[in-house]
């Protein structure tokens, strides 16, 4: 079990994000939908026009602006969130694994029920973080749970190093040492060309920048981007009861009243 903490914790020491979406996000190119469970709650086409419970509402200069930050922002953001969620976290189950082969090999009793306990994590993160063609989602808040899971302790280990949340996917990546010899770095070359594919680079330096530093630029931004909310949310009456981007602090923030 030491192996899932250290994986924690390492990644916890250096970084750790806590942003998550409480509703659902899809996005495509001309697009950008907020969802509560199946039902569109806010929608923004085109970047400026935004809608309310199937309103129109009329916007300032300055909402306009706000709105085009926010909805670039998130169009730019998602589809790259769901190819290091779900290449990422593939990559940190693997490095796990080859850790764990190391140590007890694949004929030990426990090996079968954590392999077992890593694929369900592994599908619990790609039914959050899913594309098909050029459409992306993120489904909404933290879906870990390890009431129906085979072994229990294994599972709320794995939960604590890869949660299925977004900052907790960002804290679990940003912890991968892609410089250790038993990290897959076929994988991570792969995970480079995928994000360098899917729209424009990250402004974040050269391709060989680390998983570490583009899961900080990516929590980052969405902190960033709660900021543009927060003003369209402030000054919209209508938006205002879809805080979308979260943080543990902000929620810390609301409950003592400050």
């Not at 680079?201 to 899961?215: E, F, I, N, S, Y």
């Amino acid at each position: 079990m030491f192996l899932f903490t250290g994986l924690s914790s390492s990644a916890q020491a250096e970084y750790t994000c806590d942003i998550d979406f409480a509703f659902g996000i899809a996005v495509n190119n001309h697009q950008l939908r907020v969802l509560d469970k199946t039902r569109t709650v806010v929608q923004i086409n085109g970047q400026s026009q935004l809608f309310i419970g199937g309103r129109w509402q009329t916007l300032t200069d300055e909402q306009r602006g706000w709105l085009k930050d926010y909805a670039s922002g998130l169009h730019y953001v998602v589809p790259k969130m769901i190819v290091l969620a779900t290449e990422g976290v593939d990559l940190a189950i693997d490095t796990i694994e080859h850790v764990y082969l190391g140590l007890v090999g694949r004929d030990h009793d426990s090996y079968e029920r954590l392999n077992t306990a890593m694929s369900r994590v592994q599908n619990r993160v790609k039914d959050k973080f899913r594309h098909a063609s050029n459409h992306y989602f993120i489904g909404p808040g933290s879906l870990e749970s390890v009431d129906d899971f085979v072994d229990s302790e294994i599972e709320a280990q794995l939960e604590e190093a890869i949660s299925t949340s977004v900052g907790g996917i960002l804290s679990a990546i940003s912890g991968i040492n892609t410089g250790n010899s038993d990290v897959n770095q076929e994988k991570v070359a792969e995970i480079t060309r995928q994000l360098n594919s899917v729209g424009e680079q990250l402004d974040v330096g050269d391709k060989a920048t680390t998983l570490r530093k583009k899961a900080e630029w990516f929590c980052e931004k969405l902190k960033r981007l709660d900021i543009a909310e927060e003003k369209l949310r402030a000054s919209v009456p209508d938006f205002k009861p879809y805080d979308i981007i979260i943080s543990q602090k902000k929620k810390s923030n609301e409950e003592s009243g400050e």
